[in-house]
């Protein structure tokens, strides 16, 4: 069985401070995908990235960037100088793209909220 | 603009009734499916779509149905067998079933009293 776990449930940060949010996973698969949503107080879940198992180089997007660790089954995604405007909450997800129906295993998220 | 609409983003009902959530993409995905979503919670899956015709049930399927009759609607019902009705569902589509991303709707927030 696949799981997702977040294990911070809320983080608070002044803007313009570094926050990172750890993301570690479970699968027995030997392929699969890990995703980044952005979830903001208006509901809708924004995607962020995906990442396939075979791919560990790091990536940076702007103020996000992404640490993918096989050895320790970890997506962490770091966001750079914050903003208000990053005050949402994130979630981490794990697919099995072979499995029935490319169902996304979710975690619970973290909720950030960045202070002006 | 393409992209995936639901509506109405709230919903009142009262309990003993069954309520349709829409559900509509002019994406040309093939693929659509239904989450919930409880406060503090992440996503579980309720009922997927592989393509029109077909749907199959994720993880929370009981005191739910859908119908998949054309490629751009996937209509969700949260019928009176459903014990705890009340939560955030949010409706998704990727291109194909095994399309990695999926993209998700605005949300529908039903509350049952």
């Known amino acids: 069985a696949q799981k997702v776990t977040q294990a911070q449930t809320e983080i608070s940060v002044v803007e313009k401070e570094d926050v990172t949010l750890d993301c570690v996973y479970e699968?027995?698969?030997?392929?699969?995908?890990l995703f980044w949503y952005k979830q903001p107080p208006s509901g809708e879940l924004v995607f962020l990235i995906r990442?396939?198992?075979?791919?560990?180089q790091n990536e940076i997007s702007g103020r996000y960037s992404w640490n993918f660790q096989k050895s320790t089954s970890s997506f962490n995604f770091t966001i750079t100088a914050s903003q208000v405007v990053d005050s949402a909450v994130y979630f981490c997800?794990?697919?099995?793209?072979?499995?029935?129906?490319?169902?996304?295993?979710f975690g619970g998220g973290t909720r950030l909220m960045v202070k002006p | 603009d393409g992209g995936i609409t639901q509506s109405p983003k709230y919903l009142f009902r009262k309990e003993g009734q069954n309520v349709t959530l829409s559900c509509e993409q002019n994406?040309?995905?093939?693929?659509m499916y239904w989450y919930r979503q409880d406060p503090g919670q992440g996503l579980r899956l309720i009922y997927y779509?592989?393509?029109?015709?077909?749907?199959q049930k994720g993880d929370i399927a009981e005191g739910y149905s859908v119908s998949r009759e054309k490629k751009e609607s996937f209509p969700l019902t949260v019928t009176s067998a459903q014990k705890n009705p009340t939560a955030f569902y949010l409706c998704?589509?990727?291109?194909?079933?095994?399309?990695?991303?999926?993209?998700f709707g605005p949300g529908t927030r039903l509350t049952v009293t």
């Open positions: 998704a589509s990727s291109r194909k079933w095994n399309s990695h991303e999926q993209y």
């Open positions: 699968t027995r698969d030997t392929t699969y995908y």
């Open positions: 990442r396939n198992s075979f791919d560990e």
């Open positions: 997800a794990l697919s099995d793209p072979y499995g029935a129906g490319n169902m996304l295993t």
């Open positions: 994406l040309n995905h093939d693929a």
């Open positions: 779509s592989q393509i029109v015709n077909d749907f």
